[in-house]
């Protein structure tokens, strides 16, 4: 088969541009006598403009005054801020109305230790807020603010059905200028940052800047699947590593947060030895199941008899890939329930019944473990690199 004619490529819209490649791909097709057997699908989108316009108006911007003193468990994340004379601190961020009531949700290090919060919505329009809770292990904060009629607002979709290579936006106040759309793809799933004891982040390489904490995620049909939280780059700008919190995370914790105002985890009371898997050589497939390095005392773990050296391979039938996989299935577990765990000792396998209790302050506040260790009772930590951020610590 010969080609019968030429096909131009300057198009004067984006649609014909488009077109006129998947024109050239069924050429192709043809040339090759068949081997495709149909032209690929376009590799970009028209326009991200409807899917903008209907979501931008639950986008809001977070304004915080923030005392002295304040303390985050997660460093040098994106945002602004400047120290006035008073020695508060003021922070910018983004958030994103949840329920037409007026619930927000945004990052825990954008609210800090707030003296006064203030929201801006897309049209103009400004209102106090107040902090129903924070939850600083996930970063997450719910606020609300009171209004004489239905907001607008934003429904949450189910990040574990978002892949690798699927578009996004990100909407936000990248260094306070207001609303701005970025698009891009998921590049990874289920990233490890060293951010805190249960990271699992999306990431992505639409653009994220100082500014952007705490604003959603969007897939495209419109729903949140991820709250934008960190970025890593030398420069302090967007080098197109960004890092949400998946959805399927902060539908639990501000459930939890709306509803008592912090969030109660399970306790096991183990640390986890994450030094093997980090000096075993790439490409080398790790054996399911973690070592536990230390039982703290008084812990359920030492009450039901796990033992230093045992190897946990399951928990409640789901076998335990790494130390994050079980800690979130410890968190997850509520207090006085009872898990079924499976351990390899001395080379047998023995079934171990745990009752679970819920995680102590003191325990969810730590943020210095052991390098090597995981700590927080059941929560890995493996003393990696500095969290990834910029341009600030919000």
């Known amino acids: 088969m010969t080609n019968s004619g030429s096909i131009t490529l300057n198009f004067p819209s984006l649609r014909a541009r488009w077109r006129s490649r998947l024109l050239v791909a069924v050429a192709a097709a043809g040339l090759l006598g068949g081997a495709l057997a149909a032209a690929p699908p376009a590799l970009a989108r028209e326009s991200f403009a409807e899917l ?10 977070v304004a915080v005054v923030q005392a002295p003193g304040g303390r985050s468990t997660i460093p040098r994340r994106f945002g602004q801020q400047q120290p006035p004379p008073n020695g508060n601190t003021r922070a910018l961020g983004s958030g994103f109305i949840i329920d037409p009531t007026g619930y927000i949700v945004t990052n825990s290090h954008v609210v800090g230790n707030p003296v006064e919060v203030r929201i ?6 400004e209102f106090p807020a107040r902090v129903v809770g924070q939850d600083e292990l996930t970063d997450l904060a719910v606020l609300k603010i009171d209004a004489t009629e239905a907001l607008p607002s934003v429904a949450f979709g189910d990040s ?3 892949q690798v290579g699927d578009w996004v936006i990100a909407v936000g106040n990248p260094f306070g200028l207001g609303g701005t759309v970025t698009a891009g793809i998921i590049s990874a799933r289920s990233r490890e940052i060293g951010a805190g004891p249960y990271d699992d982040f ?20 419109g729903q949140v699947i991820g709250v934008n939280t960190a970025i890593f780059s030398p420069s302090g700008g967007s080098v197109g590593l960004g890092f949400a919190i998946p959805s399927t995370i902060v539908q639990s914790v501000v459930q939890q947060l709306r509803e008592q105002g912090r969030v109660a985890r399970g306790w096991l009371g183990v640390s986890m030895d994450t030094r093997d898997a980090a000096k075993r050589a790439p490409g080398v497939r790790r054996d399911p199941g973690v070592r536990v390095s230390e039982v703290q ?4 773990a030492q009450r039901a008899g796990i033992r230093v050296g045992d ?3 399951r928990y409640n039938d789901r076998e335990i890939q790494g130390p994050r996989h079980l800690a979130w299935s410890v968190a997850e577990t509520r207090a006085g329930e009872q898990a079924r765990i499976v351990v390899r000792r001395d080379g047998r396998e023995e079934t171990i ?5 819920q995680q102590p302050a003191q325990v969810a506040g730590a943020r210095t473990p052991e390098p090597g260790k995981g700590g927080n009772g059941a929560a890995p930590r493996n003393g990696g690199p500095t969290p990834p951020g910029g341009g600030g610590s919000k």
């Open 297 to 300: 005392p008084g812990s359920p």
């Open 52 to 61: 903008a316009r209907t979501v931008s108006p639950a986008v809001v911007n």
């Open 311 to 313: 190897v946990i391979l």
């Open 202 to 221: 999306i990431q992505l390489d639409a653009a994220i800047n100082s500014g952007n904490s705490g604003g959603p995620l969007f897939n495209m049909e």
């Open 120 to 125: 801006t919505m897309a049209d103009g329009r």
């Open 353 to 357: 019944n745990v009752t679970i209790a």
């Open 160 to 162: 574990q059905r978002a």
